[in-house]
């Protein structure tokens, strides 16, 4: 039972570092997909939506175990549709902002 809280937060703390260097560091090259010569937009608002996405799916996956201790499946159920609702939202604001300025 402590491997699942040992792993879960490891794994937040990484998430929410690759979301540091996204959106402070801007290392763009870690969002997967990303072409310096396709995109158009406004690289500062990328490294922003890709960074804060990062540090919001990083502290639920913090958040993850100790939900699943308490309620339950309901709330990995509830992770995981989260997470790819706001996955789902991140692409599609992502083309959004993929315009010329």
């Given at each position: 039972m402590i491997a699942g809280y040992i792993t879960c937060i490891v794994l937040a703390f990484i998430i929410i570092f690759i979301g540091y260097l996204i959106h402070v560091k801007k290392k763009l090259w870690?969002?997967?997909?990303?072409?310096?010569?396709?995109?158009?937009?406004?690289?500062?608002?990328?490294?922003?939506?890709?960074?804060?996405f990062s540090y919001i799916v990083g502290i639920a996956t913090f958040l993850l175990p100790?939900?699943?201790?308490?309620?339950?499946?309901?709330?990995?159920?509830?992770?995981?549709?989260?997470?790819?609702?706001?996955t789902v939202a991140t692409l599609v604001w992502k083309q959004i902002i993929n315009k010329p300025l």
């Open positions: 870690l969002i997967a997909g990303y072409q310096e010569d396709s995109f158009i937009g406004d690289k500062d608002k990328l490294a922003k939506l890709f960074g804060v100790f939900g699943l201790e308490f309620w339950g499946l309901i709330s990995g159920i509830l992770y995981a549709v989260c997470i790819c609702v706001g």
